[in-house]
């Protein structure tokens, strides 16, 4: 089982940095996707960030709407996945979820692709 817990959402300024934490508590793979996605209010669910690790190999992927400000990484004796945000936008407010999935062949940007997802943390950013 999978257990994933998210850490570090907050109040910001516009141009300020955040960087978000996701847990995994349960068991490992050898090879998944950890990624992020993000929801605001009265919108659907966007993905933000991916990261898919085949051993010793992880290969990260980026939404358009946050290449060059967010970049996915991965702390692999803590079991965590990061996601670290620069240059916030208030339009980048949203409640952030981690999500896991243990196919690593899976679309990555899918919200269906996954298995597991944390309970969510909120980033606001104020004008």
């Known amino acids: 089982q999978v257990q994933l817990v998210e850490f570090g959402g907050g109040l910001v300024q516009a141009g300020g940095s955040l960087r978000l934490s996701c847990v995994n508590s349960?068991?490992?793979?050898?090879?998944?996707?950890m990624a992020w996605f993000r929801q605001a209010p009265g919108k659907e669910r966007e993905f933000v960030a991916a990261?898919?690790?085949?051993?010793?190999?992880?290969?990260?992927i980026h939404a358009d709407s946050v290449k060059g400000r967010f970049t996915i990484s991965r702390d692999d004796a803590k079991n965590t996945v990061y996601l670290q945000m620069n240059s916030l936008k208030p339009e980048d407010t949203a409640v952030y979820y981690c999500a896991f999935a243990a196919s690593y062949g899976a679309t990555a940007s899918d919200g269906l692709s996954y298995n597991y997802w944390g309970q969510g943390t909120q980033v606001t950013v104020s004008s």
């Open positions: 349960g068991r490992m793979f050898s090879t998944y996707i």
């Open positions: 990261l898919r690790w085949n051993w010793n190999y992880p290969i990260t």
